[in-house]
């Protein structure tokens, strides 16, 4: 069958969010929501696949859909919500359990990372957290994703959970009326623009992360005017000066990220950015690059906070999102029931 275009994605409540949760992720977002269904979900589950205070979380998880809708969700065209208050997410994340192999998660580099040397100490939820995130994906039988370039083998390993569960069910599925045996769509990552990686401000070769101990790595948006000029100006560079063409990056991991935010920032690719900054100092393009990035992330941060005011406001979002996204769930779910051969109430 042919599955109806649907976007969905979503993002951990864990602290706030920081510049390239925004340039890698959200901008797609934004953009998408004027062509497509989009269902973008605030994945608390997921948080706490890692120790959080409930009390932080509450507020992340709050703080984070209104920094959504500052970045320019509109909570009309997109639905917005937090995972947990859509039971179908664990539910078929339960059945995929089941559907995916050991062998497959073991596979997965941002769990050892994550687990680091404690392996045996990490919860078995961050172990089987892709597979709750293929449920999200699909349990509204989403077609496209819009992600970070570090999202790529969770997507990856979506795809082989949406095959398997085909193959494994396809007599089923086919009796439901699927003529081609395919219930669940293989979902595409969107994974675009000048900046879909971006680096810590303190080390080009890190991804800029919120679990960096040192703050001055990345820009939140929290931050206020004075501290993204300042993180900006300490961000380390190289002493040449900036380069005429892309290739000029080589070994110079920083000046192709301050490039890249830059030309993400702006709305440009990189040689068009290298066009009119090629060969000056570093010292004039930061100026610049702390201008529009104190602009961008002050807009977005101001608003989140004005909005954060009235946590009333967000829960009503939350609960309108919630109760449009159960209207697709919900039914998928029951389908997915019947076809593994679950009864259903
Ligand atoms: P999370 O919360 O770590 O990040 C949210 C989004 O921001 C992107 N991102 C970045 N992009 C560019 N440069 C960076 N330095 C950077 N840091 C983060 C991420 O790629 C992501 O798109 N597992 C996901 C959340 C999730 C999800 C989903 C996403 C749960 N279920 C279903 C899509 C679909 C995560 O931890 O993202």
């Known amino acids: 069958m042919a599955f109806k275009t649907r976007v969905f994605s979503g993002m951990q409540p864990t602290g706030s969010l920081h510049l390239g949760n925004y340039l890698g992720a959200m901008v797609n977002w934004i953009r998408m929501q004027d062509e497509h269904e989009c269902i973008y979900c605030v994945v608390d589950l997921h948080a706490i696949t890692v120790w959080q205070d409930p009390a932080e979380l509450r507020a992340a998880i709050r703080g ?6 500052a970045a320019g969700l509109d909570p009309k065209k997109s639905i917005l919500f937090n995972q947990s208050q859509v039971p179908e997410h664990a539910e078929l994340a339960w059945v995929f359990n089941c559907v995916a192999r050991l062998g497959w998660l073991n596979r997965m580099t941002q769990f050892k990372e994550k687990a680091g040397k404690d392996r045996e100490n ?3 939820g961050l172990y089987a957290y892709p597979n709750l995130m293929a449920a999200d994906i699909l349990a509204y039988r989403a077609t496209h994703v819009p992600v970070g ?3 790529k083998q969770h997507l990856e390993l979506a795809r082989d959970i ?6 494994d069910f396809r007599k089923e599925i086919v009796a439901q009326g699927y003529a081609d045996g395919n219930f669940f769509p ?4 969107v994974i675009t623009g000048p900046a879909t990686r971006v680096m810590s401000l303190r080390d080009g070769t890190k991804k800029m992360s919120k679990s960096d101990p040192s703050d001055l790595s990345r820009i939140n948006i929290t931050d206020d005017a004075d501290t993204v000029a300042r993180k900006i100006q300490k961000a380390k560079t190289d002493p040449e000066p900036l380069p005429s063409e892309q290739a000029g990056f080589a070994g110079r991991p920083e000046a192709e990220n ?12 990189v040689p068009q950015v290298l066009g009119e900054f090629g060969g000056q100092q570093f010292s004039i393009f930061k100026k610049a690059l702390a201008e529009v990035a104190t602009q961008t992330m002050g807009r977005i941060g101001a ?9 009333g406001y967000i829960d009503s979002v939350l609960a309108d999102g919630t109760r449009r996204a159960r209207a697709i769930a919900t039914p998928i779910m029951d389908e997915v029931k019947d076809i593994v051969g ?3 109430a």
């Open 342 to 344: 679950l009864l259903r």
């Open 186 to 189: 293989q979902p595409d990552p």
């Open 64 to 69: 984070v859909t209104a920094a959504y809708i």
């Open 149 to 151: 370039e570090d999202q």
């Open 303 to 311: 608003e989140a906070k004005r909005l954060s005011a009235d946590p």
């Open 122 to 124: 990490a919860s078995v």
């Open 162 to 167: 949406a095959q398997k569960f085909n193959n």
């Open 258 to 269: 301050l490039v890249g935010i830059y030309a993400a920032l702006t709305g440009q690719n």
